[in-house]
């Protein structure tokens, strides 16, 4: 079974193979009892390991346990869940907030509460897979735009509204902040413009409901806060804001933040939700601790866009094709499939590692980076060097 399917996987250099860690996550790993510079990790501020959160884990287990036991609407959550939400809901300014056990869990979830067959998706083309499997349970018609293309994803709104001027459905226009594989950020100002011009010209109020994804953003852009502060753009009724603790928080799980009315909404219909054990009361307690270093030390994403700048600056030089990163997640757009490979696979014997990602992935493969705050000003010159002896 599947071995022909394997065996065109493998024919095309499709097929991968799971790497495992001999250490905990950081700027350096051990795999194969060799020490490798990683540069392939969403740990931007290298919270993963650190001490101070790993006390804040060994104390909530001391006093919460390890296993949840049952769902959060049957007891499973803690004291500590409660404060982690406040506390996001107080980051990104909204009213309420809930946490999901990961991103994948949250987008999957989260789409079929708010969006139904009556209503209709705006899916920017290069969103992550969990919101495209999100807008496909929730059975609701959906539309691709360009990716970043205000001008289209105005046109097919138009379009939809022309062509069913009687249908009282909902609009959910639903976009990454900042896109995982390109590192761009997505026009956050225009789509909220839109958003706002269509909720004051519909009939019915907050028609338009505007969802993002700020897994990548959130303890990168606006100071820690996210791509809206990013954006200086206030929270309103009818943005949901999505986000992870699994990269910059260096934890696991993930939220969704909002009015009280779309928060309690989803806490009664979100399946990923309702029909899941808790998130580990320890995987709170570290986010909540991230969430505090943010704030206690603005230094750390000082650090990150500083290292990205002198990596980003070294590569031009080289004249690598970055593409359109615009943050610490940097492709290096190298050809075709093999060359990509065999790139990553050279850097890895120089001790760097740099993973290539290729379809279905992305349609361009490229090496994709990632700096992080923990990296040094050595070892990003170093990756430069390697790289461009490489090509
Ligand atoms: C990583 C990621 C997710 C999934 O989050 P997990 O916590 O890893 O499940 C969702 N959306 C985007 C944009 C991501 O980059």
């Not at 290729?358 to 990756?383: F, M, N, W």
Request: contains cysteine; hydrophobic residues 40%.
């Amino acid at each position: 079974m599947f071995e022909k399917e394997l065996e065109a996987l493998n024919k095309s250099s499709l097929a991968r193979t799971i790497i495992d860690r001999e250490s905990p996550q950081g700027k350096r790993i051990i795999i194969n009892n060799r020490q490798i510079l990683n540069f392939s990790s969403n740990d931007y501020l290298g919270l993963a390991n650190h001490p101070s959160i790993i006390e804040a884990v060994n104390e909530s287990i001391k006093k919460f346990g390890f296993g949840s036991g049952a769902s959060r609407l049957l007891a499973g959550g803690t004291r500590l869940h409660r404060e982690l939400e406040d506390k996001i809901s107080m980051f990104k300014g909204t009213e309420s907030a809930i946490v999901f056990n990961s991103g994948y869990a949250a987008n999957t979830g989260l789409m079929p509460a708010i969006a139904g067959e009556d209503d209709v998706i705006f899916s920017d083309e290069l969103n992550h897979a969990s919101i495209i499997d999100g807008c496909r349970l929730s059975r609701a018609k959906t539309i691709i735009y360009r990716h970043g293309d205000i001008v289209h994803l105005n046109e097919l709104m138009r379009n939809e509204i022309a062509a069913n001027s009687s249908s009282c459905g909902k609009f959910i226009i639903v976009t990454d902040t900042v896109f995982s594989m390109d590192g761009d950020i997505a026009p956050l100002n225009e789509i909220y413009s839109l958003c706002r011009a269509l909720n004051s010209e519909l009939r019915t109020p907050n028609s338009a409901l505007l969802y993002i994804d700020d897994a990548h953003g959130t303890g990168v852009l606006g100071a820690g806060k996210g791509a809206l502060d990013h954006f200086n753009i206030k929270s309103e009724p009818w943005i949901i804001q999505m986000g992870t603790f699994s990269k910059a928080l260096g934890s696991f799980g993930a939220f969704a933040a909002g009015s009280k009315d779309i928060i309690a909404w989803i806490t009664n219909t979100a399946r990923s939700f309702v029909f899941s054990t808790a998130l580990l009361a320890c995987a709170a307690a570290a986010a909540l601790r991230a969430l505090d270093l943010i704030e206690e030390r603005p230094e750390l994403i000082g650090r990150l866009w500083s290292r990205r700048e002198r990596l980003v600056s070294a590569l031009k030089e080289i004249g690598c094709d970055t593409g359109e990163s615009r943050t610490p997640i940097i492709p290096v757009i190298t050809g075709s499939i093999e060359r990509t490979i065999s790139i990553s696979k050279a850097l890895f014997e120089s001790g760097i590692y740099a993973p290539a990602i290729r379809p279905p992935s992305v349609k361009i493969p490229r090496v994709r980076l990632t700096v992080t705050a923990g990296h040094s000003e050595e070892d990003i010159d170093r990756l430069a060097e390697a790289i461009k002896k490489l090509l």
